[in-house]
Protein backbone atom coordinates (compact mmCIF):
# COMPACT_ATOMS: atom_id res chain seq x y z
CA UNK A 1 0.00 0.00 0.00
CA UNK A 2 1.29 3.42 -0.77
CA UNK A 3 0.90 4.80 2.88
CA UNK A 4 3.45 2.67 3.90
CA UNK A 5 1.36 0.62 6.58
CA UNK A 6 1.38 -2.98 4.72
CA UNK A 7 3.68 -5.88 4.72
CA UNK A 8 6.61 -4.49 3.05
CA UNK A 9 6.72 -1.58 5.37
CA UNK A 10 5.91 -3.38 8.71
CA UNK A 11 9.03 -5.84 7.61
CA UNK A 12 11.21 -2.85 7.52
CA UNK A 13 10.55 -1.68 10.70
CA UNK A 14 11.18 -4.97 12.30
CA UNK A 15 14.36 -5.47 10.46
CA UNK A 16 14.85 -1.85 12.49
CA UNK A 17 14.19 -3.17 15.67
CA UNK A 18 16.06 -6.59 15.45
CA UNK A 19 19.30 -3.87 15.15
CA UNK A 20 18.78 -2.15 18.46
CA UNK A 21 21.28 -2.28 20.99
CA UNK A 22 18.55 -3.60 23.39
CA UNK A 23 18.20 -6.08 21.03
CA UNK A 24 22.10 -6.91 20.43
CA UNK A 25 23.43 -6.47 23.26
CA UNK A 26 20.66 -8.26 25.14
CA UNK A 27 20.16 -5.79 27.93
CA UNK A 28 17.46 -6.16 29.84
CA UNK A 29 15.29 -3.26 29.35
CA UNK A 30 15.33 -0.48 26.89
CA UNK A 31 17.59 2.47 28.19
CA UNK A 32 15.29 4.97 26.85
CA UNK A 33 12.64 3.41 29.45
CA UNK A 34 14.76 3.18 32.57
CA UNK A 35 13.50 5.26 34.89
CA UNK A 36 15.67 7.92 37.21
CA UNK A 37 15.59 5.33 39.98
CA UNK A 38 17.30 2.76 37.62
CA UNK A 39 19.79 5.25 35.85
CA UNK A 40 20.70 6.11 39.05
CA UNK A 41 21.31 2.62 40.36
CA UNK A 42 23.16 1.60 37.40
CA UNK A 43 25.53 4.21 37.79
CA UNK A 44 26.43 3.03 41.11
CA UNK A 45 26.72 -0.68 39.98
CA UNK A 46 29.59 0.89 37.38
CA UNK A 47 31.25 2.83 40.07
CA UNK A 48 31.36 -0.41 42.62
CA UNK A 49 32.52 -2.51 39.92
CA UNK A 50 35.39 -0.03 38.88
CA UNK A 51 36.73 0.07 42.25
CA UNK A 52 39.92 -1.05 42.83
CA UNK A 53 39.96 -4.55 44.41
CA UNK A 54 41.97 -3.49 47.43
CA UNK A 55 39.55 -0.67 48.63
CA UNK A 56 36.90 -3.26 48.47
CA UNK A 57 38.60 -5.54 50.98
CA UNK A 58 39.61 -2.50 53.27
CA UNK A 59 35.78 -1.97 53.06
CA UNK A 60 35.34 -5.36 54.48
CA UNK A 61 37.94 -5.43 56.86
CA UNK A 62 37.61 -4.37 60.67
CA UNK A 63 41.20 -3.01 60.59
CA UNK A 64 41.44 -1.16 57.40
CA UNK A 65 37.59 -0.33 57.22
CA UNK A 66 37.84 3.69 57.46
CA UNK A 67 36.64 4.96 60.22
CA UNK A 68 33.19 7.05 59.08
CA UNK A 69 31.90 3.33 57.43
CA UNK A 70 32.31 1.30 60.19
CA UNK A 71 29.07 1.62 61.24
CA UNK A 72 27.97 0.00 57.92
CA UNK A 73 30.48 -2.91 58.73
CA UNK A 74 28.82 -3.60 62.10
CA UNK A 75 25.52 -3.79 60.23
CA UNK A 76 26.86 -6.18 57.50
CA UNK A 77 28.32 -8.13 60.46
CA UNK A 78 25.30 -8.31 62.43
CA UNK A 79 27.05 -6.45 65.47
CA UNK A 80 23.87 -7.26 68.19
CA UNK A 81 24.82 -3.69 70.19
CA UNK A 82 26.57 -1.05 68.76
CA UNK A 83 27.21 2.51 70.36
CA UNK A 84 27.92 5.40 68.16
CA UNK A 85 30.30 7.29 71.06
CA UNK A 86 32.58 4.40 71.92
CA UNK A 87 36.22 4.73 70.51
CA UNK A 88 37.22 3.66 67.27
CA UNK A 89 39.63 0.87 68.39
CA UNK A 90 36.56 -0.38 71.07
CA UNK A 91 34.30 -0.59 67.49
CA UNK A 92 37.06 -2.47 65.42
CA UNK A 93 37.28 -5.01 68.72
CA UNK A 94 33.04 -5.25 68.28
CA UNK A 95 33.17 -5.99 65.12
CA UNK A 96 36.21 -8.37 65.09
CA UNK A 97 34.35 -10.46 67.92
CA UNK A 98 31.04 -10.64 65.96
CA UNK A 99 31.76 -13.44 63.95
CA UNK A 100 32.79 -15.44 67.03
CA UNK A 101 30.39 -14.24 69.24
CA UNK A 102 27.70 -15.51 66.89
CA UNK A 103 29.05 -19.08 66.81
CA UNK A 104 28.90 -19.34 70.13
CA UNK A 105 25.60 -17.12 71.41
CA UNK A 106 23.92 -18.24 74.31
CA UNK A 107 27.38 -19.74 75.99
CA UNK A 108 29.93 -18.44 78.81
CA UNK A 109 32.58 -18.06 75.93
CA UNK A 110 30.22 -15.55 74.51
CA UNK A 111 29.41 -13.42 77.43
CA UNK A 112 32.62 -13.26 78.10
CA UNK A 113 33.99 -12.50 74.68
CA UNK A 114 31.37 -9.29 74.09
CA UNK A 115 32.19 -7.66 77.42
CA UNK A 116 36.17 -8.19 77.41
CA UNK A 117 35.44 -6.08 74.13
CA UNK A 118 34.43 -3.47 76.41
CA UNK A 119 37.33 -3.94 78.89
CA UNK A 120 35.40 -5.63 81.10
CA UNK A 121 36.61 -8.66 82.45
CA UNK A 122 33.65 -11.02 84.41
CA UNK A 123 33.15 -14.16 86.41
CA UNK A 124 29.42 -16.43 85.47
CA UNK A 125 28.20 -18.28 88.17
CA UNK A 126 24.95 -20.44 87.19
CA UNK A 127 22.06 -20.85 89.19
CA UNK A 128 23.20 -24.93 89.75
CA UNK A 129 26.48 -23.60 91.00
CA UNK A 130 25.35 -21.56 93.94
CA UNK A 131 25.43 -22.58 97.77
CA UNK A 132 22.65 -23.10 98.41
CA UNK A 133 20.97 -23.97 94.94
CA UNK A 134 19.92 -20.54 93.05
CA UNK A 135 16.79 -19.71 91.29
CA UNK A 136 16.73 -22.25 88.65
CA UNK A 137 17.60 -21.02 84.65
CA UNK A 138 18.92 -17.59 86.36
CA UNK A 139 22.53 -16.67 86.42
CA UNK A 140 24.93 -14.40 87.78
CA UNK A 141 27.27 -11.97 86.17
CA UNK A 142 30.01 -10.21 87.95
CA UNK A 143 31.87 -7.34 85.65
CA UNK A 144 34.67 -5.28 86.52
CA UNK A 145 36.16 -2.69 84.49
CA UNK A 146 39.78 -2.48 83.82
CA UNK A 147 40.19 0.14 81.09
CA UNK A 148 38.35 3.38 80.56
CA UNK A 149 36.09 2.77 77.90
CA UNK A 150 35.14 6.78 77.44
CA UNK A 151 38.46 8.47 77.84
CA UNK A 152 39.60 9.95 80.64
CA UNK A 153 36.33 9.53 82.44
CA UNK A 154 35.16 7.32 85.90
CA UNK A 155 36.04 3.90 85.06
CA UNK A 156 32.20 3.04 85.57
CA UNK A 157 29.41 5.17 84.02
CA UNK A 158 25.90 5.17 83.16
CA UNK A 159 26.94 4.43 79.62
CA UNK A 160 29.53 1.51 80.52
CA UNK A 161 26.30 0.13 82.60
CA UNK A 162 23.72 0.49 79.84
CA UNK A 163 26.11 -1.03 77.06
CA UNK A 164 26.92 -3.86 79.12
CA UNK A 165 23.67 -4.90 79.92
CA UNK A 166 22.52 -4.65 76.76
CA UNK A 167 25.60 -6.56 75.21
CA UNK A 168 24.62 -9.61 77.81
CA UNK A 169 20.59 -9.39 76.80
CA UNK A 170 21.97 -9.90 73.13
CA UNK A 171 24.58 -12.78 73.83
CA UNK A 172 22.64 -14.81 76.58
CA UNK A 173 20.46 -17.66 76.15
CA UNK A 174 17.02 -16.24 75.58
CA UNK A 175 15.50 -17.78 78.41
CA UNK A 176 17.38 -16.69 80.95
CA UNK A 177 17.19 -14.33 83.36
CA UNK A 178 20.44 -12.64 85.16
CA UNK A 179 21.39 -10.85 87.93
CA UNK A 180 24.48 -8.55 86.87
CA UNK A 181 26.91 -7.28 89.42
CA UNK A 182 29.08 -3.99 87.83
CA UNK A 183 32.84 -2.96 89.61
CA UNK A 184 36.40 -2.15 89.47
CA UNK A 185 38.65 -4.23 89.20
CA UNK A 186 42.25 -5.32 88.62
CA UNK A 187 43.98 -6.75 85.42
CA UNK A 188 45.32 -9.49 87.34
CA UNK A 189 42.47 -11.04 89.03
CA UNK A 190 38.07 -10.66 89.52
CA UNK A 191 38.58 -8.93 92.98
CA UNK A 192 35.67 -5.51 93.45
CA UNK A 193 37.97 -2.71 94.31
CA UNK A 194 35.73 0.39 94.98
CA UNK A 195 31.94 -0.43 94.47
CA UNK A 196 29.28 -2.37 92.79
CA UNK A 197 25.88 -2.50 91.73
CA UNK A 198 23.60 -5.62 91.33
CA UNK A 199 20.43 -5.42 88.94
CA UNK A 200 18.31 -8.40 88.75
CA UNK A 201 17.67 -8.36 85.08
CA UNK A 202 14.47 -10.32 83.08
CA UNK A 203 14.98 -12.27 79.57
Not at 173 to 193: K, M, Q, Y
Request: charged fraction near 25%; hydrophobic fraction near 40%.
Amino acid sequence: MADGSGPIAMDARLRHDLRTPRSEHLLPYDPRDATPLEVALSGADARMLSAPTHVVRAVWSPDDCPAHLLPYLATAWSVDHWNPAWPEDVKREVIRRAPEIHRLKGTRRALRRALDALGLRCSITEWWEKTPTGQPYTFHVRALAVERLFGGGPLITEQLQRDALETIKATKPVSRWFCFELGVGATSRLAIATRARALHVAA
